[in-house]
């Protein structure tokens, strides 16, 4: 499958919850502007976020940004599907954001790291999971530092946080190994195809079983 492949899309499609997860700099927002592009009813979850707007917020995503003491009351009145300390900002998905998504799109794409990815699971078992690592930690180290936005206090952070993340990389459901990216894209698009169908086989088979069910009666 290429990039130059059809423009997947229909508001038919069964919702999907995708979530993708990486160490920084392993190449998740790359990958999912290509899927966004293959697959344009597939929506970015809003964040909330304490971390300050960038001068340009390249990556495609929207966030509510909000002071520390706003995001804190947000967790005490339980508002968040999920939530984590991420480089020292709160990061959280609301529930309302995903149910906003829910009646506008056929799916959701969740940029978070591993603590978020566990606790949506938690939320919604039938989300998909995917862990996007780095073919090398020399290779990350070098896409880090290709970004050239960041200090270098901030990308050893990074690196020694990047252990961490990629200890739990059996929690997920698909690892994809980001190394070509044309082989990565490709991989990911094949994911999206086969859960989508799983949905649609699964709902087949339950609709089928309620009629035999109701011609029984
Ligand atoms: P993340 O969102 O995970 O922090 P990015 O998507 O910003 O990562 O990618 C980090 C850097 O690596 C960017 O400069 C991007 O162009 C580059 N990059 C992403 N994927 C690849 C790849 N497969 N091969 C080479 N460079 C890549
Ligand atoms: P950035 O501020 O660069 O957009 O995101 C930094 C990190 O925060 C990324 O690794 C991303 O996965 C994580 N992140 C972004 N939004 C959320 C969120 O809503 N919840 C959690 N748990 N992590 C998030």
Redesign the pocket.
């Known amino acids: 499958m290429s990039s130059e492949s059809a423009v997947v899309s229909s508001p038919q499609e069964p919702f999907l919850l995708l979530i993708l ?1 990486s160490p ?1 700099g392993a190449g ?1 927002t790359t990958l999912s502007a290509r899927l966004r592009a293959r697959f344009p009813g597939l929506r970015f ?1 809003v ?1 909330h ?1 304490t ?1 300050k707007p960038r001068a340009n917020e390249t ?1 495609g ?1 929207e966030y509510h940004f909000v002071e520390r003491a706003s995001f804190e009351r947000m967790v005490l009145e339980d508002r968040f599907v ?3 300390e ?2 020292g ?1 709160l ?3 609301s529930e309302g954001e995903i149910e906003r998504a829910r009646a506008s799109s056929d799916g959701v794409l969740f ?3 591993y ?2 990815a566990r606790q949506i699971r938690v939320r919604y078992p039938d989300a998909v999971t995917v862990f996007i690592l780095p073919p090398s930690l020399q290779e990350l180290e070098r896409r880090l530092r290709s970004r050239a936005s960041e200090d270098e206090p901030t990308i050893r952070r990074r690196l020694s946080n990047a252990l961490g993340e990629i200890e739990h990389y059996g929690f997920f459901d698909y690892v994809v190994v980001n190394d070509d990216l044309q082989d990565a894209s490709s991989r990911l698009e094949s994911i999206v195809i086969a859960e989508r169908s799983r949905r649609v086989r699964r709902a087949a088979l339950a609709e089928g079983m309620l009629r035999d069910a109701r011609a029984k009666r």
Do not use: I, L, M, P
């Open positions: 997860s920084s998740k979850s964040s976020t971390r990556d995503r999920e939530w984590a991420v480089h900002n990061y959280g998905t940029d978070v790291d603590q978020g």
